[in-house]
């Protein structure tokens, strides 16, 4: 983090949480993108009203700790590499990565906006852009009906 903790609840905590406040009032979902590791005010962004966390970076959350802990207060939106497998793993390892960060961050099959980490560069072959959207549930589902057989 770039403040510590303390100081981030003194300075920052109290702002969020009247700006989070004006969403939960309307009974919105408050989504944060916040890079790096935060694990120590996850408690405290939640206590203020956040409900999705973004990015979800396998880099810098263990995911199952992640769901394990918090998953009954937040969703999650991101959980496949930006910056390790989608532009240096083979299709098969990207396959891999999706189906376990499904596992990982939705075990009960909720809770999870499922993509990448963060936005895709152009150092990410099309082939594994296509390899995590094969292995999204119903993907062969989807994609036989879309283009049905003569």
């Known amino acids: 983090m770039l ?5 981030w609840r003194e300075l920052f905590k109290p ?20 890079d790096g590791d935060i694990w120590a005010i996850l408690p405290d962004l939640i206590e203020i009203g956040l409900t999705c966390l973004n990015p979800v970076q ?3 959350l263990e995911h199952q700790r992640l769901s394990r802990e918090f998953g009954r207060h937040l969703s999650f939106y991101g959980g496949i590499s930006t910056q390790s497998v989608l532009p ?6 990207v396959q891999t990565a999706t189906r376990a960060a499904m596992n990982d961050l939705a075990p009960d099959g909720t809770g999870l906006v499922l993509g990448p980490s963060h936005r895709m560069q152009s150092d990410i072959p099309v082939a594994n852009v296509e390899a995590m959207l094969g ?3 119903g993907a062969t589902e989807r994609s036989h009906s879309a283009n049905p057989k003569p």
Do not use: C, K, W, Y
């Open 88 to 93: 240096a793993g083979t299709p098969a390892q």
């Open 3 to 7: 403040f510590s903790p303390r100081i």
């Open 58 to 60: 396998p880099e810098v």
């Open 15 to 34: 702002r969020l949480a009247r700006m989070f406040a004006v969403f939960r009032d309307a009974a919105l979902p408050v989504i944060l993108h916040s």
């Open 135 to 137: 292995a999204f549930p």
